[in-house]
């Protein structure tokens, strides 16, 4: 499966798959990347790696549908079957989730539908939650609202601050991400009814991490 992942900063979840789909058995090769930032840390790790890279700088663009048609173009060009969102921070048209529909995912730093949107670990903190975690989901008109793929969680402690755990969410972002990209990349990975639903088998078990309080 060919795939694009998308940008906007630093890119510690492109590099976790990036390595992944190093595997010579990994069933997703990436084929692109991009960023709507320039000089977006990221891209670093895909010259690291050898995969094709460029900036398509949203700033660039008249307005939101100039930028999308430049972004379109760039997927077409490398004839992508999949789009990995991966911290890329715009927000997409329904146009373009439509145009992608069923093959455009995203890592969002929370148990989903729990704290869409931002500041997810400072208000995962103020409402007193004992698990937290991050999701893979489909990527829908609505904001991090899409259908859930897998979901991994982690314990949260008297004593954290978002920053603590913001890396602790995100260790388990870098074990979720490639294990829900070879799913999708397996076909293990149906849409029915508005939900995902995940074909087990493998040797990987399902989309599914519980926390380990001893680690
Ligand atoms: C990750 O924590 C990702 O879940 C989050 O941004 C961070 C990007 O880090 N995404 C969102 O908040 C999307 N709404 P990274 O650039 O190191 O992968």
Request: net charge negative; glycine share 10%; proline share 6%.
């Amino acid at each position: 499966m060919r795939v694009a992942v998308l940008i906007s900063g630093r890119g510690s979840n492109l590099r976790s798959l990036l390595e992944a789909a190093a595997e010579p058995a990994f069933p997703a090769e990436i084929v692109t990347v991009i960023a709507n930032r320039p000089g977006a840390g990221g891209l670093d790790h895909a010259a690291t790696f050898s995969v094709p890279h460029q900036t398509i700088d949203h700033k660039a663009y008249a307005d939101r549908a100039a930028f999308e048609a430049a972004l379109t173009a760039a997927l077409e060009a490398a004839a992508v079957e999949l789009i990995c969102l991966a911290g890329f921070m715009r927000v997409l048209s329904a146009g373009f989730v439509r145009r992608w529909q069923g093959r455009i995912v995203n890592i969002h730093p929370s148990l989903l539908p729990l704290f869409p949107g931002l500041d997810t670990h400072a208000r995962a903190l103020a409402a007193g939650v004992k698990l937290h975690g991050c999701s893979v989901h489909f990527v829908s008109e609505g904001v991090d609202e899409g259908a859930i793929i897998g979901q991994a969680a982690v314990p949260v402690f008297a004593d954290d601050d978002p920053d603590r755990l913001a890396a602790r969410v995100l260790q388990a972002e870098h074990r979720l991400y490639p294990h829900c990209l070879r799913l999708l990349a397996e076909s293990r990975v149906r849409l029915a009814g508005g939900r995902a639903v995940v074909e087990a088998g493998g040797a990987d078990g399902p989309a599914l991490f519980n926390p380990d309080p001893g680690a």
